[in-house]
């Protein structure tokens, strides 16, 4: 697929979805699950549209056209379950990722960020990235290197799939069929993408400053 196609596929998701939803019914939840579970579990995925899924799935479980309890679920679970994918994979790795470089499949400078807030952070690290595209995929990876204690990473990461996946669906039920909102999700969902990615852009300006001092 190329990079156009996944460019339409997040900006209209809410189309995707419906259209999903009416051509197969209740196997949209496997494919909703799937979406989650790839991007916290696999380091390779950081790409896909987590936060503004949710808050579509928010509104559309707000519209009936989704079970709310059950969406809520089954994210949650895919959630807790990718992190804990990502941890046992940095595990296996180990400090052996330190010498990778930058490709395709691996992206150096977000490992590197994610790192750092780890190495400031500690355990909130797992609940904190949740909200930032890219360091959220890899910071149970990066704790699985560091080979954090599993039952504290178990603990912040089953808190932090619930805050992330429960807010930002709570934020689609409430807000997500007002009519501009409504008629607007795609708009809605670029805005979401750009603000959830500020803090990345803002942690790599201030590194760029760094180095040029």
Not at 60 to 82: E, T
Request: proline content about 5%; overall charge positive; aromatic content about 16%.
């Amino acid at each position: 697929m190329d990079p156009s196609s996944i460019v339409n596929i997040i900006l209209h998701f809410d189309v995707q979805l419906a259209q999903f939803i009416q051509a197969y019914g209740p196997w949209v939840y496997g494919v909703l699950f799937a979406i989650v579970f790839v991007e916290t579990g696999l380091v390779v995925m950081p790409f896909l549209p987590g936060d503004s899924m949710l808050f579509i799935v928010g509104a559309f479980s707000a519209a009936g056209s989704l079970n709310g309890p059950l969406a809520f679920g089954l994210l949650w679970a895919a959630a807790v379950l990718g992190n804990i994918s990502n941890y046992f994979i940095g595990r296996a790795i180990g400090h052996r990722v330190f010498t990778w470089k930058d490709s395709r499949w691996f992206n150096r400078k977000a490992f590197d960020r994610a790192h750092a807030f780890y190495e400031r952070y500690g355990g909130i690290t797992i609940v904190a990235t949740r909200f930032i595209p890219f360091l959220r995929t890899f910071a149970p990876f990066v704790a699985g290197v560091a080979e954090m204690s599993y039952p504290k990473f178990l603990v912040y990461n089953i808190g932090g799939g619930g805050l992330w996946v429960g807010s930002l669906m709570a934020a689609g039920h409430l807000f997500g069929n007002i009519p501009w909102i409504k008629q607007n999700l795609g708009l809605l969902t670029l805005g979401i993408i750009v603000l959830s990615l500020l803090p990345v852009g803002f942690g790599w300006w201030k590194a760029r400053r760094a180095s040029v001092a």
